[in-house]
């Protein structure tokens, strides 16, 4: 059975920092493209930051870059993104996403698997 389990959202100031994490299971996780998407109230889910299968590379939205940081533990099948600097408009549910195509893509639609999300609110 397959599970991607977040954790790691809450409430922060501006300025602040979050990691979030992401433990799979039920799947070769280091062959699999893994990455983070967010929705925000109103707004349509984005990819947020994502790394291709076996540790490839990494793709983050401008409006990151710079401040979050995606990365994965192999023998934990744990996914991260460190979250630095975090602006009100970071706020959203970010759901972590598994996709058996080794490159990741920017459409929701080449995801397998979603967490259930975990919210994130910053203020300002």
């Known amino acids: 059975q397959v599970q991607l389990v977040e954790s790691g959202g809450g409430s922060v100031r501006a300025g602040g920092s979050l990691t979030l994490s992401c433990v799979a299971s039920?799947?070769?996780?280091?062959?699999?493209?893994m990455g983070w998407f967010r929705q925000a109230p109103g707004k349509e889910r984005e990819r947020v930051a994502t790394?291709?299968?076996?540790?490839?590379?990494?793709y983050y939205a401008d409006s990151v870059k710079g401040r979050f940081t995606i990365s994965q533990d192999n023998d934990k099948n744990t996914l991260n993104l460190q979250m630095n600097s975090l602006k009100p408009e970071d706020t959203a549910l970010y759901y972590c996403?598994?996709?058996?195509?080794?490159?990741?893509?920017?459409?929701?639609?080449?995801?397998?698997?979603w967490g259930q999300g975990t919210q994130v609110t910053v203020s300002s």
């Open positions: 996403v598994a996709s058996n195509w080794p490159v990741c893509y920017a459409r929701t639609t080449s995801y397998n698997y």
């Open positions: 039920g799947f070769p996780f280091r062959r699999y493209c």
């Open positions: 790394i291709n299968a076996n540790g490839g590379t990494t």
